[in-house]
T-cell receptor, first 113, second 115 residues
Framework: GDSVTQMEGPVTLSEEAFLTINCTYT??????LFWYVQYPGEGLQLLLK?????DKGSNKGFEATYRKETTSFHLEKGSVQVSDSAVYFCALTHNTNAGKSTFGDGTTLTVKP | DAGVTQSPTHLIKTRGQHVTLRCSPI?????VSWYQQVLGQGPQFIFQ???????GRGNFPDRFSARQFPNYSSELNVNALLLGDSALYLCASSLDAFVVIYEQYFGPGTRLTVT
């Protein structure tokens, strides 16, 4: 079956540091890939997505590139802020069923001033 | 526009009891999915409903059931509650069940505690 593996956390960075959160996946076919963010006490918010190989998703300074050859979708940001502190989830969805996503276990990011 | 709403926000139940969780999708969205998020883990898919029919079911026991109403709102029912059912239950809605570019929008969740 499908699976998503994220780098283990928690990750603690200083403000303005570079962020990378690794995500690899196992799936048949060509799923779409997503990064979601969850702030304390809230539901998930879509951060960015990519629907085919070599696509780059980007939003709010975050980027991730769909790498089919390495089955990866690593999240990056050049300069993190305290407000980026949250839990980040990598997920995949097959185009045949848009309402069923497989999630990784999440990576907790804490950014210190 | 209102986002996905869920009720109740928090719930405490005793082992063996039954619980009903409710979800109202974004207006115009016909697909509703339910996920269970245990503390420290990612959401796990439970059910998806589209146009009032079950479109998908995750690896959960028959104690879990759901339905979707004509107005596209949905209920998740869990019978014979176990301690392990304690989790955040998330509802997500999307315009369509088949087109992945129509992203899922998540509600804030219902926190269920089973004692």
């Amino acid at each position: 079956g499908d699976s998503v593996t994220q780098m283990e956390g928690p990750v603690t960075l200083s403000e303005e540091a570079f962020l990378t959160i690794n995500c690899t996946y196992t799936a048949t076919g060509y799923p779409s890939l997503f990064w979601y963010v969850q702030y304390p006490g809230e539901g998930l918010q879509l951060l960015l997505k990519a629907t085919k190989a070599d696509d780059k998703g980007s939003n709010k300074g975050f980027e991730a590139t769909y790498r089919k050859e390495t089955t990866s979708f690593h999240l990056e940001k050049g300069s993190v802020q305290v407000s980026d502190s949250a839990v980040y989830f990598c997920a995949l969805t097959h185009n045949t069923n848009a309402g069923k996503s497989t999630f990784g276990d999440g990576t907790t990011l804490t950014v210190k001033p | 526009d209102a986002g996905v709403t869920q009720s109740p926000t928090h719930l405490i139940k005793t082992r063996g009891q039954h619980v009903t969780l409710r979800c109202s999708p974004i207006s115009g969205h016909k697909s509703v999915s339910w996920y269970q998020q245990v503390l420290g883990q990612g959401p796990q898919f439970i059910f998806q409903y589209y146009e009032k029919e079950e479109r998908g079911r995750g690896n959960f026991p028959d104690r879990f059931s759901a339905r979707q109403f004509p107005n596209y709102s949905s209920e998740l029912n869990v019978n014979a509650l176990l301690l392990g059912d304690s989790a955040l239950y998330l509802c997500a809605s999307s315009l369509d069940a088949f087109v992945v570019i129509y992203e899922q929008y998540f509600g804030p969740g219902t926190r269920l505690t089973v004692t």
